[in-house]
């Protein structure tokens, strides 16, 4: 309990000590004596967020100091010990503010956080205001209260979750049925851009190899006759033939020549054999230019069928194969939907069923509470000379959500053959 408030330099309290005493301390006075006052000092000392300006005005600082009783067991000695603070069976606050703003606190005369008092205050004071019971007329609030009262938090987070799984197995129904629709409407198109790929056949690298090819075919006449002199000038009517009679000669002679023709010769040899390559790559190359001239023309005809099919698609002419794969994806997700459909509807009817027997379960205990309810705000009337007045928890169907698919209205019937009317209007 609040056993002691002291309040200096706070608003336009200069020094105010407050002793209060076991049962009800009421303070009363007309407006403006400065009870908010009171109230605003107290919030200060346990942490609550409110008006900055506290200080009385000329004062270095406010300082205001509450003393606490605490009982055996009290909430408040938990917080302490988690805070690392000392506890006993007194519990002292204070906190100081400065015209700046500049707050400091302590409990039990070591520095703590505003944090810290605000944990504190949750077990040491209840604030209520005139207006409370506004809450118990709006009949938005009656199922919360239903279910504080029923004690349902585990029913109620079980079925949240449950809401949840509903709500996501149907989003993943609407959204694979909302790209197999998509899918459809394109699946003609997706069908003949596969055959007409599949029938061409394109491969990575094909579209430089073609052209090239089709330029070597193209230049091949002017080269031909070039590439023949070339062959006929390594030939034996041209260098293979002069080398051979050189080396016969210089053979025929270096025996006697005391060794003075030995490089030459391996000159020539080595030549021989460099030149055997040359005259082979010529023959290879004068190979490839010999070609029938249709080939040109095929050569050509699939140049530009993969050129064309490339615009079409927007593609480079190498990506085409890569394109043909993913457009056989689409068709292979669209041919395997209705399967990946059915699983997901599945899905979703067990999720539902899973909610629907949680909402039933808390529905029963939502019905029970009530009956318990009713019963229990009978007796509290008795003794308010309203025991012909009845209560009554009317629970009624509504549209299914994380809370449940009912709605709670509390009703009273405060005269004996009247109807009974919501709390908000009787």
Do not use: C
Request: glycine share 10%.
């Amino acid at each position: 309990m609040l056993r002691h408030l002291d309040i200096r330099d706070m608003l336009i309290i200069d020094r105010l000590e407050l002793a209060f005493q076991p049962g009800l301390n009421v303070l009363t006075g007309e407006t403006g004596a400065g009870k908010s006052i009171l109230l605003d000092s107290l919030g200060f000392v346990l942490g609550w967020r409110g008006r900055a300006d506290l200080v009385r005005a000329g004062a270095e600082q406010g300082e205001v100091v509450a003393e606490f009783a605490l009982a055996t067991g009290h909430p408040a000695r938990a917080v302490l010990e988690e805070a690392g603070l000392p506890a006993g069976d007194e519990l002292i606050l204070r906190r100081v503010n400065t015209p700046e703003g500049r707050k400091t606190a302590w409990v039990n005369d070591r520095r703590a956080s505003g944090e810290v008092l605000r944990a504190l205050s949750d077990t040491l004071v209840e604030l209520h205001g005139q207006q409370d019971d506004r809450g118990l007329l709006d009949p938005r609030q009656h199922r919360a209260m239903l279910d504080a009262f029923g004690g349902h938090e585990a029913l109620l987070a079980e079925l949240r979750s449950a809401w949840s799984a509903r709500r996501n197995a149907q989003k993943a129904l609407a959204a694979a049925e909302a790209r197999l629709a998509e899918m459809r409407a394109e699946e003609e198109y997706l069908r003949h851009a596969v055959d007409e790929l599949d029938t061409l056949d394109p491969q990575p690298g094909e579209e430089e190899t073609l052209d090239a090819r089709r330029r070597l075919m193209q230049a091949a006449e002017r080269m031909r006759s070039d590439v023949a002199r070339a062959a006929a000038a390594l030939g034996l009517e041209g260098a293979e033939g002069a080398m051979g009679d050189a080396r016969r000669w210089l053979e025929g002679v270096s025996d006697k020549a005391e060794g003075g023709l030995d490089a030459a010769l391996a000159a020539l040899e080595r030549a021989a054999v460099e030149l055997s390559e040359a005259q082979a790559g010529v023959d290879r190359f004068a190979e490839a230019l010999a070609f029938n001239p249709a080939e040109l023309e095929e050569t050509e005809e699939r140049l530009f069928a993969l050129r064309g099919l490339a615009r079409k698609h927007g593609v480079a002419p190498d990506d085409l194969s890569g394109l043909a794969d993913d457009l056989r994806g689409k068709l292979a997700a669209l041919d395997g939907g209705a399967d990946e459909i059915a699983g997901l509807a599945r899905a979703a009817e067990t999720a539902a069923q899973a909610y629907a027997d949680v909402a039933a379960r808390l529905g029963a205990a939502r019905a029970e509470a009530a009956a318990r309810l009713d019963l229990a705000m009978a007796a509290e009337l008795a003794p308010l000379k309203m025991e012909r007045a009845v209560f009554t928890t009317v629970i009624t169907e509504a549209e299914a959500g994380p809370e449940g698919q009912e709605t709670v209205t509390f009703t009273v019937a405060t005269n004996p053959g009247a109807p009974p009317g919501p709390l908000n209007r009787i």
